[in-house]
């Protein structure tokens, strides 16, 4: 009885402890590691009260409600607040003694860990404890500690355990129950106080922050009650709505629905309405909104209408946006050229355009509610079926079919189907008449095609997609040697067989490379067909994939054509352009050095003039005669640049010919041999472009002998005859013939030394020859040649001769009679001519006035006529650059004096002023450089 006595009273201590831990729970239930630690030792000091006035059995043998303390304590607060709760109470039962201190602190670690396992055990399981898990719970824990009896003394074992086994079985089990729902109940209360705070809070939250704003109405229409989105809605502040009827911010044509709504409402209370209407914005005018309205008038906490209103203006805009696009789609939809079917998703026609009924002949009316089947006939759809469960699976299905229209006639078309996200269908049919109508004309005329791949001008070869030929047209068959018969069935690569030009290796056939990549190719720069006979041609080409309607590839064809002889044109007409950008150059610098000359040539001669030291003398003619083939190189740079008529003179070959000859070969392995005539006749030539003849064929025959041998040089006279048959007038000629011992020239090649741009070296222009038949030509004479291979080869040449006594005088001891002396105007842009041929002319007995430019020219001349004198002679320079030159200032001269003697001179020999000076109003010309006793002779026919 005692035993049950102290039990009650511990019981007593632990349900103050359970509404103690309840305090703790709800005041630190979020801070969880305070409030475990506070429930652990809440439960420890229980225990520790309980053993304070214990049961006791025996010396040192004491029962109290521990076991209930700690094993509820770990049941309901975890590990932590267990083991806090447990040691406790032990240390205290070890440091109190006893025969019963070891059962004490194994009783004490049964409970907890019975407490921690089925804490963790109904966590995991995620199961609420019940009034039987605490039975159970209690009943195990006190089993437990009767096991715990075995750690006393063996002699007390038994009489213990008849002692407290009844107690241990009922009252602590029931005490484990009774504190554990005392406990559970606390929380739970706790919990749910909690949770109501949270939800207060929450909801709180959600009213002040939500997007739609929260309005209770009384039953007068007043707002008593409007959420803080409200002012963010209306623009309005709270306290100006509060407690206003709504009918003062509603818009007027808006209020008899909002009454008729409030009114439903008030009469069905557990109904919900819903109404759209316009509301007064503070600052925006009126706006869209959207009312969901409740009836809570029998709330006593509520007493009113709760409305839940939403802006509704943006979608109202979208609304009405859609509407628009709707109406413009409906409008494309008419006017599109297609007609149009909107099938339901058992492909009935719930919507149609008037393409639609024009197409089949059937009204709108005819065909809604009808099965797109309809506008097919039984066996059009047996062939071709409409696939609904394609179009299910996402595909878009696009075939050609015939419709069949009211009238029984049937028309062509393509159909284009698609399933829409909401399960309805899609689908577009185009009249494809002229196409069918243009595809059969299509397929007569590949006959025609056919024949006409065959007529014209290109190569065509056509292939299939292995690479063999299908078609081949009779000027591809000409460039590569096969036949249609031949070729068909073959390997492209075998008839069309390319290679690089400059390589010879094998090139990529274009038609294999558009087979690959489904695109047109072209061969590479420099390709070269060689023919089935070994014939070689340089060809552009293209080849190009054939595609049938779905795209794919089913053969290729090759067009290609022979552009050899264009090539050939192309680079001689670049090979021309560069020869005369360079004869631009050439001719510019000939004119500067000419200029340069004439200065030189000047000096020289005028001191060798005045000189009286034989020595002096001999070296000055000397420096001339060097200066000569300066003067003869420049002549050739201004007969390559320019070309034109010859400045034709009688004058002897023999000198001439013998010194440019041996300065063309100076320096060289070759030797010369001369055979000239003793009464060779003079001839009429231009020394620098028949100088420029000379050099180019014995050049060429020096170069025919690379191991060095000897050149014979001929000069006859020749009398030709009709009977002769050569392309020559009849009459006196010099023969010019020079032979070498070298290589000679091929026969079948003979016919070709003298075009342009031909030439058997690998770094010739092909110029030399031609410049010299041209020549040759225009001083009415001819060129020929005869060579035999290994034999070497001999050029004649062959110029008009002339009578001796038609031979100009030249020498000094012609011209006894003095010059008539007077003043001489000269013109010319460059000082230093200008200087030597005024000291020239000086030396000789005249007077001279030098200007640099044609106006300068004038103004003296006029100047002179105005004093009454006149000037015995005018020399003007023909060209003066970013000036007047020679040609315009005679023009002018001569308006005002018809009569006065005026010279051109000029560098440019080629000039035709310079050829023809009379024509454009000067009595002769004289061409630069020229020297003091040439300037003499030629003014000595004029001046004396």
């Known amino acids: 009885m005692r035993l049950f006595l102290e039990i009650l009273y511990n019981f007593g201590i632990l349900v103050s402890i359970s509404i103690i831990s309840g305090f703790i729970f709800q005041r630190y239930h979020d801070k969880k590691k305070i409030a475990v630690i506070g429930q652990g030792l809440l439960f420890g000091i229980a225990s520790i009260i309980g053993m304070l006035n214990p049961v006791v059995v025996g010396e040192g043998l004491i029962f109290d409600g521990r076991s209930v303390v700690i094993s509820l304590s770990a049941l309901f607060y975890g590990p932590v607040a267990g083991i806090i709760s447990a040691s406790m109470p032990a240390i205290l039962r070890i440091f109190q003694g006893g025969s019963g201190t070891r059962m004490g602190v194994s009783v004490i670690t049964a409970s907890v860990i019975i407490g921690i396992y089925f804490h963790y055990y109904w966590t995991k399981k995620q199961k609420k404890v019940t009034y039987l898990h605490l039975i159970f719970f209690g009943v195990l824990v006190h089993v437990a500690m009767l096991f715990c009896t075995l750690a006393l003394p063996t002699h007390l074992i038994m009489s213990t355990l008849k002692r407290i086994w009844f107690s241990v079985l009922t009252a602590y089990p029931l005490a484990e129950v009774f504190i554990g729902v005392i406990l559970l109940d606390v929380n739970e209360h706790w919990k749910i106080k909690r949770q109501l705070q949270a939800s207060e809070a929450t909801y709180g939250f959600l009213i002040n922050n939500t997007t739609d704003t929260i309005v209770i109405i009384s039953a007068e ?16 502040k709270i306290e100006e709505v509060q407690n206003k009827n709504i009918t003062e911010l509603i818009h007027p044509d808006d209020l008899p629905k909002v009454y008729e709504k409030i009114a439903e409402i008030i009469k069905e209370p557990d109904t919900t309405q819903t109404v759209e209407y316009r509301h007064k914005h503070k600052t925006k005018g009126w706006v869209h909104l959207e009312a969901v309205g409740k009836n809570f008038l029998n709330e006593p906490s509520i007493n009113g209408i709760i409305v839940s209103v939403r802006n509704i203006s943006e979608r109202k805009s979208v609304e009405e946006a859609l509407v628009v696009s709707e109406k413009n789609l409906r409008q494309l939809l008419e006017l599109a050229p297609d007609a149009f079917f909107h099938g339901d998703s058992n492909g009935n026609i719930i919507n149609l355009n008037s393409k639609a009924s024009e197409y089949t002949g059937y009204s709108k009316d005819e065909l809604f509610g009808k099965n797109l089947k309809v506008l097919f006939e039984e ?35 393509e159909m284009n189907s698609c399933q829409m996200p909401d399960g309805t269908y899609q689908t577009f049919i185009r009249d494809i008449t002229e196409r069918k109508i243009a595809e059969e004309a299509l397929l007569k005329e590949k006959e025609q095609l056919l024949v006409t791949l065959r007529s014209i001008g290109d190569g065509v070869i056509t292939a299939d997609v292995e690479g063999r030929v299908v078609l081949i047209n009779s000027i591809a068959e000409r460039l590569t040697g096969w036949t249609q018969k031949e070729a068909e069935g073959m390997l492209l690569s075998e008839v069309f067989n390319i290679v690089n030009e400059s390589s010879g290796m094998k090139s990529e056939n274009p038609v294999e490379k558009a087979l690959a990549t489904g695109e047109i190719q072209e061969l590479d720069d420099h390709t070269v067909l060689i023919s089935r006979n070994g014939d070689r041609r340089l060809i552009a080409d293209s080849g190009a994939p054939i595609k049938d309607k779905k795209g794919s590839i089913t053969g290729v064809v090759l067009v290609f054509r022979d552009m050899t002889e264009k090539i050939k044109l192309l680079e001689a007409a670049q090979q021309s352009q560069k020869l005369e950008s360079i004869g631009f150059l050439a001719g510019g610098i000939a004119h500067d050095f000419n200029n340069l000359l004439a200065g030189i040539f000047g000096y020289i001669s005028l001191a060798e003039d005045i000189s009286r030291q034989e020595e002096v003398t001999t070296i000055l003619k000397e420096s001339q005669n060097a200066l000569d083939r300066a003067r003869s190189l420049t002549h050739q740079l201004l007969t390559f640049s320019k070309g034109g008529e010859p400045v034709k003179k009688l004058q002897s070959l023999i000198p001439f010919l013998q010194e440019t000859v041996q300065f063309a070969l100076s320096g060289s392995n070759v030797s010369v041999e001369f055979n000239i005539d003793e009464n ?16 180019n064929l014995v050049i060429n025959a020096k170069q025919a002998m690379p191991e060095g041998g000897k050149i014979i040089i001929y000069a006859t006279n020749e009398l030709i005859k009709e009977s002769d048959k050569l392309v020559l007038s009849s009459g006196n000629y010099v023969k010019i013939s020079i032979k070498d011992f070298g290589l000679g020239i091929p026969r079948g090649i003979i016919s070709k030394i003298f075009d342009p741009f031909f030439s058997t070296k690998v770094s010739g222009q092909g110029l030399g020859l031609a410049m010299s038949f041209s020549i040759i030509k225009k001083h009415r004479g001819l060129i020929e040649v ?19 006594t038609e031979l100009e005088i030249d020498s000094e001891e012609f011209y006894t009679q003095s010059f ?34 044609g106006n300068k020219a004038i103004r003296a001349f006029i100047e002179e006529r105005s004093e009454k004198r006149n000037f015995q002679a005018l020399i003007f320079d ?9 040609k315009e200032a005679i023009k002018q001269i001569r308006e005002i004096d018809k009569d006065v003697i005026a010279f051109v001179s000029s560098g440019y020999n080629s000039d035709p002023v310079i050829s023809n000076p009379q024509k454009y109003g000067f009595s002769d010309s004289i061409s630069k450089p020229f020297n003091f006793s040439e300037l003499k002779n030629f003014l000595h026919k004029y001046l004396v």
Do not use: C, W
């Not at 842009?829 to 007995?845: A, C, N, P, T």
């Not at 023909?878 to 020679?886: P, S």
């Open 379 to 413: 066996t059009v759809l047996e062939q071709l079926p409409l696939d609904y469960e394609a179009l299910k699976s996402g595909q878009a299905l696009k075939s050609t079919r015939v419709i069949s229209r009211k009238d029984g006639s049937i028309l062509p078309v």
């Open 878 to 886: 023909l060209t003066v650059i970013n000036g007047m030159g020679g």
């Open 820 to 853: 008539a002396k007077g003043k001489i105007l000269i013109m010319d842009d460059e000082q230093m001519v200008r200087d030597v041929l005024k000291k020239m002319l000086e030396q000789i007995g005249f007077e001279v006035i030098a200007v640099e430019d």
């Open 221 to 236: 229409g007043k707002q008593i009650y409007v959420s803080p989105s409200g002012e963010r809605e209306t623009g309005y």
């Open 786 to 804: 005869d060579s035999k291979p290994d034999q070497g080869s001999i050029f004649h040449v062959y110029l008009p001769a002339g009578n001796k």
């Open 680 to 695: 060779l006749s003079y001839s009429y030539f231009d020394k620098n472009q028949i100088a420029q003849v000379i050099d």
